[in-house]
């Protein structure tokens, strides 16, 4: 049995909460573990402020991956180093240097755009790989070192564009409300691409708020009624962590009908401090944690066990992260380099992930299916529930 299969059945039936698996393998395997040194991987994520729960989420998606593989990547023994991103590129470059003196075989993490445009020059001259596992732009083009298992923003507005193009009735209008930042132009573009980008239900000008990661209670009182002011069917709008429960709390003061947005504006803790306010909302996202396939049956309950709550996107990216990582560390034998993990993660194939199949593009980026999902309640919580395929991107 080859270790990777091995590994495989026993995530597997440790999930169902089997033991006695392990003495029907061979000895090969161990001793092959036993020859596979240690190794080091970075985890680069805010450690505090708005983006702090996304954070850590991905720290924990990505420990969930070696919980359940042994504290292993590859058959080699892992410890992680983590550094904070905090909010801004220079912190993010200082956390990058931090983890590159410390001779990390990889990288992975990064939630802000703006961190991992500023990080690019660094990544690439070190020569040293970077899994992102977090929505990035789409002004990243042919980088050699910086693979992505999250998404490029632009592919959520157009997900969004294509299904909403199709659902708005003739005589409709949309407002469009995003933070004033790298990311949302990437958003916006994206949907007007698909939705027609003069197609009168989407002509009125995009309002852009302050990028505010920890905004008041009226922080977007003004916009949201400039956008309101042609009163609009839909509103979609791009905002993640502590933004876009402000956001959604002071539109739906003004606003009660339908909300668009990337799947960012409901994942993980946003959804629950929105109880209520979140009940309708309509989101695109390449992931939904009741999809039924039996490697997010064997992530998602895993999760929910160990944290007691169902998995995000993102945990669920930097899961994969560790995923990929894992088989391209196993592809370069018993002393692996930066450069040859690299090389590696282009030759692993299709993933096997909770989210479905997906593979690497040649931007490396994943090619993945986009789902729609509703927020609903279920019992006294509110819940994501996947509505539909939307289409495959990438």
């Known amino acids: 049995m080859s270790q990777m299969n091995r590994r495989r059945a026993l995530q597997l039936l440790a999930a169902l909460g089997t033991t006695g698996f392990a003495a029907g393998c061979g000895s090969d395997t161990d001793q092959q573990s036993a020859d596979r040194g240690p190794i080091k991987i970075g985890l680069i994520a805010p450690q505090g402020g708005g983006s702090k729960s996304i954070g850590d989420d991905i720290t924990n998606g990505f420990q969930l991956y070696l919980d359940l593989h042994d504290q292993r990547l590859g058959g080699h023994p892992v410890t992680l180093l983590t550094a904070d991103e905090g909010e801004n590129a220079k912190t993010g470059k200082a956390a990058v240097d931090g983890l590159l003196k410390q001779g990390v075989l990889a990288l992975t993490g990064v939630v802000n755009s703006a961190v991992m445009?500023?990080?690019?020059?660094?990544?690439?001259?070190?020569?040293?790989?970077?899994?992102?596992?977090?929505?990035?732009?789409?002004?990243?083009?042919?980088?050699?070192?910086?693979?992505?298992?999250?998404?490029?923003?632009?592919?959520?507005?157009?997900?969004?564009?294509?299904?909403?193009?199709?659902?708005?009735?003739?005589?409709?209008?949309?407002?469009?409300?995003?933070?004033?930042?790298?990311?949302?132009?990437?958003?916006?573009?994206?949907?007007?691409?698909?939705?027609?980008?003069?197609?009168?239900?989407?002509?009125?000008p995009v309002v852009k708020t302050k990028d505010l990661p920890n905004p008041g209670k009226r922080a977007y009182v003004s916009d949201i009624g400039t956008a309101l002011?042609?009163?609009?069917t839909a509103v979609f709008c791009f905002y993640s962590g502590a933004a876009g429960i402000e956001f959604v709390k002071q539109l739906r003061n003004e606003f009660s009908g339908p909300i668009y947005a990337p799947g960012?504006?409901?994942?993980?803790?946003?959804?629950?401090?929105?109880?209520?306010?979140?009940?309708?909302?309509?989101?695109?996202?390449?992931y939904s944690a009741d999809l039924n396939n039996t490697a997010n049956r064997v992530f998602a309950s895993a999760y929910r066990k160990k944290h007691q709550v169902s998995p995000s996107t993102y945990a669920m990216a930097s899961?994969?992260?560790?995923?990929?990582?894992?088989?391209?560390?196993?592809?370069?034998?018993?002393?692996?380099?930066?450069?040859?993990?690299?090389?590696?993660?282009?030759?692993?194939?299709?993933?096997?992930?909770?989210?479905?199949?997906?593979?690497?593009?040649q931007p490396r980026t994943p090619q993945q299916k986009w789902y729609l999902r509703e927020v609903q309640r279920d019992g006294q919580v509110m819940s994501n529930v996947l509505i539909n395929e939307l289409a495959t991107l990438g």
Do not use: C, H
């Open 117 to 204: 445009v500023g990080i690019r020059d660094t990544i690439e001259q070190a020569r040293v790989p970077l899994i992102g596992s977090n929505a990035s732009p789409s002004s990243l083009q042919s980088v050699v070192y910086i693979w992505r298992t999250s998404y490029v923003l632009d592919e959520a507005g157009r997900a969004l564009g294509r299904y909403l193009r199709d659902q708005l009735p003739s005589n409709g209008r949309v407002a469009i409300i995003v933070p004033d930042n790298l990311g949302s132009d990437d958003v916006v573009r994206g949907f007007r691409q698909e939705f027609g980008t003069t197609d009168p239900r989407i002509t009125s």
């Open 229 to 232: 002011a042609n009163k609009p």
């Open 264 to 286: 960012f504006l409901t994942e993980g803790t946003v959804l629950e401090s929105l109880k209520n306010d979140a009940l309708g909302i309509q989101t695109a996202l390449n």
């Open 319 to 361: 899961y994969d992260a560790a995923q990929v990582l894992d088989q391209a560390v196993q592809l370069t034998g018993g002393s692996p380099t930066p450069q040859q993990v690299n090389l590696a993660l282009g030759k692993i194939g299709q993933i096997d992930s909770p989210r479905g199949i997906w593979q690497f593009n």
